[in-house]
């Protein structure tokens, strides 16, 4: 009773959502209190915090806080409840959970999505998504102190047990996308300094990193993401031809890269792995499949006993297995080729198909892992406890709502089980709200190798045609071809018409490069040049694209011809490597070593201010 009467009083100061939500809830992280009786939920589009209680498995309020929660933290003895709202004006909520209330609002960077808590409870560390950097919130003052740059779209971070050494996640690659490394990287803060100290280099196509996990004892990190196979045509799927799914391990104490080992199974895609969590007995790991809609059970023991370079030619019991006491032989496959080894968990790992859509954020409390389900609202559940009797379940966090087909098409848009033996999404490509990876691919569709950079669905259905050289008169035709030719799967009307409403339904984030919405006084400058030097003559009309193809001196001998589409410049400023090829790391690139002859735009006579303007223009879009 008295949770209940708390909740009614916190009403007035908080707010508790509708009991007819108008939306769905999307759960999608989550953290336990240290008495592991309550689970606090972020719930993204109803914009709540579900309070769940573990032990009659009931939801029993939801807080509503400001838009678009992602990231949780409690302080160490759980009476504060820190809350991320990844939006551009983003903040840290800071809830009072004796008294229901938000007792605190704290400005951050852009999109604020993972936060962190210091061991002695001071201090918040908070990846800002779009300002490519961690705010660093000094809890006693309640202010943000300083503002750490990493390296390109940071979504997660975990310390050290001492604090002094904090891993940061970065979502998609820097630099290029035509060499012969392309790949995502961890960048290593020294706390005391607040400085980034180390960049380790992921395994080439190393994209989408989502989470990471500190093992109890400090040594390693682990971290979920996407493996891509660029390097190669877009020409089959099996064995994980185009992506696979890995797990990447860092050796904490040398701040090192360790090794990458592949989550699938050889004809088994675990697609877009993203949640992981250590049990607190350090045997397992358990990862999340938003795509194929799994949970991973990974005997770590095992595990890092057949990656160990050191190890002996000896035979190891495994009593956390899959198959518990059987007798693990030495591997025959080489420690460096790990990430190309499509079997290597095969006895080490079991796979959980769970009840629920869409699993994200997930946590272990005890013997029992606790899933995130965002498409379906509701909270998957295993108890690694019964061992092989095991079975997933699925609890509804709030009642059934109506799913419109922008809802069913965004689901349908991250759903592997559609594709050929579950590899990829169409979110495995085109990340982060239908965006890029950045990675080149040659789709086979005007060519072969002649690979094009992955480009943004934002306004596509607005812009035809589609892809690089137009080779797709709209939207829905690049729908169904895609479907087909990638996923290998059945387009049919079904599937496409959802994702088409989905599409059209994207909206641009406005640019972290904005002042308080408004232009700059170098970007109203750079706007006047935009002008005059023959920018707006292709870039155009309200999303700045004329619709037409045109040559501007980009095209390769391997290009099939040397006109290219003219893209829209909204959301430029989240859409490197540029050109069609993305041979140019920054817009820079583009406006002068990639400008031959000033066939792109007059710009051989500008100064470095004036290109600085003009930059500073386009990336505001």
Known sequence: MLIRVLFTLSSLLIGIASSEPAAPLSPISL???????????????????????????????????????????????????????????????????????????????????????????????????????????????????????????????????????LFVANH????????????????????????????????????????????????????????????YPVAYLERGWINTNAMTILDVPNQTYFNTILLDDPHAGAA?????????DGKSIVVTHAGSHELSVIDRQAMHYHIDPARSARRFRSSSGSQPDMILLETLTPVHNLPNNVSFLSGLRRRFKLKGNGPRGVIVV??????????????????????????????????AVSQTQVRRGEQLFHDASRSFETWHSCATCHTGGARSTALNWDLLNDGVSNAKNTKSLLLTHETPPVMSTGVRPNADSAIR???????????????????????????????????????????????????????????????????????????????????????????????????????????????????????????????????SYLVDYVRTR
């Open 366 to 399: 005890g013997s029992t892992v606790y899933a995130a389900e965002y498409f379906t609202d509701s909270l998957g559940i295993l108890n690694l406890g019964q061992r092989r009797q095991a079975k997933p379940r699925s609890i509804r966090l709030g009642p």
């Open 272 to 280: 877009d792995p993203y949640g992981i969590a250590c049990t607190s």
């Open 31 to 165: 953290v336990a209190d240290p008495h592991n009786q309550r689970l606090y939920i972020a719930e993204t589009t109803s914009h709540g915090v579900a309070v769940f209680d573990m032990a009659t498995e009931k939801v029993i309020g939801t807080l509503s806080v400001a838009d678009h929660p992602v990231g949780l933290a409690l302080s160490a003895r759980g009476r504060r409840l820190f809350v991320t709202s990844a939006v551009p004006e983003g903040i840290v909520q800071v809830i009072d959970l004796g008294r229901m209330k938000v007792v605190d609002r704290i400005g951050v960077g852009h999109t604020p999505v993972a936060v962190t808590m210091s061991p002695d409870g001071k201090t918040l560390y908070v990846c800002n998504q779009f300002t490519n950097n961690v705010s660093v919130i000094d809890l006693d003052r309640g202010e943000q102190v300083a503002v750490i740059p990493v390296a390109r779209e940071p979504v997660a971070a975990v310390l050290t047990p001492d604090g002094q050494t």
């Open 481 to 611: 071809s895609g479907i087909f030719y990638v996923q290998f799967a059945y387009p049919s009307p079904a599937v496409v018409s959802p994702i088409s409403a989905y599409l059209k339904s994207l909206t641009p984030v406005p640019s972290p490069y904005l002042v308080q919405g408004a232009l700059s006084e170098s970007a109203r400058q750079g706007e006047t040049l935009f002008r005059t030097i023959g920018c707006v003559q292709c870039h155009s009309g309200p999303h700045y694209t004329d619709m037409k193809k045109h040559d501007v001196g980009t095209s390769s001998d391997m290009d099939s011809g040397a006109a290219f589409d003219v893209p829209t410049l909204i959301e430029l400023w989240r859409t490197s490597p540029y050109l069609h090829d993305g041979r140019a790391a920054t817009i820079k690139d583009v406006l002068t070593t990639f400008n031959v002859n000033d066939q792109h735009a007059r710009t051989s006579h500008l100064s470095e201010d004036e290109l």
């Open 172 to 231: 998609l690659p820097i630099g290029a996308a035509n060499g012969e490394h392309t790949a995502c990287v961890v960048s290593i803060i020294e706390t005391s300094s607040r400085r980034v100290i180390k960049t380790l280099d992921l395994p080439d196509g190393s994209v989408n990193l989502r989470a990471m996990a500190m093992s109890p004892e400090g040594h390693y990190v682990y971290i979920t993401h996407t493996l891509s196979r660029y390097q």
